[in-house]
């Protein structure tokens, strides 16, 4: 299951229209200082991933991920303070009901 806060809908809508027509927003574990956690990257769809389209927007998640994470909610958050750099535009938060 995905849910999206409507704070977060225009900017998953701008990510969308950088990528090519027939490309989708991949929700895919990444690493990085703080460890592994999910993020936002345009892709197109394999065989293996689920396509979930939420408000017009197309997703894609591989399938195994998408059991395991099991609810996945994305945010957006104003001002984000934490983290290096801090950015002071916000940014998308992304977490799952399952840590990973």
Same mark, same amino acid.
């Given at each position: 299951? !995905?849910? /999206?806060?409507? #704070?977060?809908?225009?900017?998953?809508?701008?990510? =969308?229209?950088?990528?090519?027509? *027939?490309?989708? +927003?991949?929700?895919?574990?990444?690493?990085?200082?703080?460890?592994?956690?999910?993020?936002?990257?345009?892709?197109?769809?394999?065989?293996?991933?689920? !396509?979930? /389209?939420?408000? #017009?927007?197309?997703?894609?998640?591989?399938?195994? =991920?998408?059991?395991?994470?099991? *609810?996945?909610? +994305?945010?957006?958050?104003?001002?984000?303070?934490?983290?290096?750099?801090?950015?002071?535009?916000?940014?998308?938060?992304?977490?799952?009901?399952?840590? !990973?």
């Amino acid at each position: 299951m !995905l849910k /999206i806060n409507d #704070k977060a809908l225009p900017h998953l809508t701008k990510l =969308l229209k950088e990528g090519s027509p *027939t490309s989708a +927003i991949r929700l895919a574990v990444t690493g990085g200082p703080k460890g592994v956690g999910l993020n936002l990257m345009l892709d197109e769809q394999d065989e293996k991933d689920d !396509l979930i /389209i939420h408000k #017009k927007l197309p997703f894609i998640i591989d399938s195994k =991920l998408h059991d395991y994470c099991g *609810t996945i909610t +994305i945010d957006y958050q104003e001002k984000v303070t934490t983290g290096c750099p801090a950015n002071n535009t916000g940014a998308l938060i992304i977490s799952s009901e399952n840590k !990973l």
